[in-house]
């Protein structure tokens, strides 16, 4: 999305995730910067979180609605 964001996650600036690799073996991603964010937006939608969930409930009034 260009421009500022009204998501949460769009203060995060750092991102760490531990996981394992395909072969099994520990594997630690560090990411900073607009990729930490999109790490974090992944994650989101992994714990069934969207984009609209973090909209306050006036961005999240269908247009027209008069809220």
Known sequence: MPGPSPLTHAAVKKDLARGK??????????????????????????????????FTPIRRAPAGSGR
């Open 21 to 54: 690799g395909e072969d099994g073996n520990a594997l630690t991603l560090e990411s900073q910067g607009r990729l930490a964010r999109r790490f974090q937006r992944e994650v989101d939608h992994i714990n069934g979180t969207l984009c609209v969930d973090h």
